[in-house]
């Protein structure tokens, strides 16, 4: 059996029972029930993910993958293309976004190359999983082909077991890849049924009739490629990206070991996508941080069915999202173990 | 001249020249401009306030200011009153949701009594600033007088000044006051001149027909009081808290120290009302933190010209909306210090 259908039989739903106790819990706290909103439900969530009434999600961890894509050429992205192996060094040296942020998060961030155009230097301290130097462009034809597309959702499983046997117990998914809203608008284009038009955004400050031409690329690369939007790894590879695929990896691979996944923007969500597509039950696992000023983000996020907490115009991606949300998410558990309850002082619920 | 002018007249406004350089370095950043949208704002903001590029905002205090309310004995709270007194307690025992929250966040938490019905214990570690056990009733006549409103004010004054002289660098808002979202109401009522029935909302869990009757109670005390909406002071006095002014306070006082001040939900942004009646310049040095799920929170955000950046549904108080976001203000720091230029790396800015 591949790693692949290992992992989505290890897969299974959110522990009701244990979610009904830390609920009775939560309600019990004394403070007017409902009163700290979404702390609430993500406490609750824990319990469910992990089994446990007071999960510790304090080792936390940013996986940020990165990966080109042959859509570049298309003239879709406002950056070039080595940008994305000098985010990739950036980060790892903690002086990207995600890196700055995960400093003061208390997360560590580590990087993954599934498939980007720059060479690694091996001492960069960058896990070299490269399946090849960018995706085919997919306005021509496959982003990839189905084999590369499993191949790199097990490079995302992978990175995340490695860090899971680390002691991480809870991960953050991120993502460098320039480019990449290209191929996450096109995800939610098929899986949505929607006009590319209408997720389209600017990516990196692209200009208004970059965006026209954007759109209408994708629109081509789905007419051209026909992914059948009830296979997902069907989905990733014609119109997909390799550190989208990975990142869905992660989220499959943390659900596996019942692992909180906390999920960034918008290409996050994408892989969000791509990983329910393989199995529904991932969803639980997934906690949604920011609501990305991305365009397509609040599609995206409503496609999946998560709502977003965090409402801080953010529009980076790297994980940045996912490493400013780890404390409010700790801050749940916090709220579930350390408050008193209405029992303890003797009074009745609010 | 009286503690409180000397405090209004030490507030400046934000250093301009230090948050042009600032921004400037924001802009500079290795990210597409404007990307970390609101973490932006936030490191220009820190920037200005205390005039500093880099400043520290790693020793995070949250101020809980409590006082009951005269009001109350008209039917408004669904909580009996001695719970603004247990609540204080479990505040500083660290379990009530600030403290909890607090406790995760890396913040200390001080709790101050301007008025509440119940006895302090003198070993509780709550500072005793009582003016008297709890405000009049606002419906038959003015909450407090002229003079016991500016003392409430100097109580928050001289709170804040203690944590800032013991090296705290940016403090929350936070409160316990049972009943005391219809002090808040009637002071956006006033000020924002609207009918309180459009600011009335569930406080910690009313029914429908009682809110009805709260915003009866609001109009009542707003006729026979006649706030000068024009006299900040007098606004408090008639339909405001003892609490409520002790926040005004403390965020007059880390004004005029070049402290940041980050405010909670509903009262605090009342409280935030009121200081910037006072002095306008007050509004630079705070920072909005979430969007409370209590009814008239989003008028009160708007009134005070501020954008919530979390939005998670919460409606406790207690400070609690502050605590969680004390690390993402900070992150802010980070992103502008640790972050690498478009110069480091030898590119153009995209």
Known sequence: ??????????????????????????????????????????????????????????????????????????????APQEVTGLMANMTVAGKSGVGALSKQAGADVFVCDVGMVSDVDPKSGILMKKIRKGTSNMRKGPAMTYEEAKLSIEVGIDFAERAIKNGYNILGTGEVGISNTTPSAAIFAVLGDVDPGELTGAGANLSEEKMVHKAQVIR???????????????????????????????????????????????????????????????????????????????????????????????????????????NIIEGALYMNREMATYGDVGLGVV
């Open 220 to 326: 081509d690369a789905i007419a051209v490629n026909k992914p059948d939007k009830k296979d997902a790894i069907d989905v990733l590879a014609k119109v997909g990206g390799f550190e989208i695929g990975a990142m869905a990896g992660a989220m499959l691979a943390g659900a596996a070991s019942k692992i909180p996944v906390v999920i960034d923007g918008f290409i996050s969500t994408a892989a969000a996508a791509i990983a329910i597509g393989l199995k529904p039950e991932v969803k639980g696992y997934l906690i949604c941080s920011h609501a990305s000023a991305e365009k397509g983000a609040a599609f995206g996020s409503a496609f999946i069915g998560a709502t977003p907490f965090l409402n801080m115009g953010m529009r980076l991606g790297e994980g940045s999202g996912a490493a400013i949300a780890f």
């Open 1 to 78: 059996m591949s790693l692949l259908n290992e992992i989505l039989e290890k897969i299974k739903p959110l522990n009701e029972e244990m979610m009904k106790i830390s609920k009775e819990r939560v309600d019990f706290l004394l403070k007017p029930v409902g009163s700290l909103g979404v702390l609430e439900e993500i406490a609750v969530q824990l319990s469910g993910i992990t089994g446990e009434m007071y999960p510790d999600v304090s080792k936390k961890a940013v996986l940020v993958f990165v990966g080109d894509h042959g859509v570049f050429e298309e003239g879709v992205a406002a």
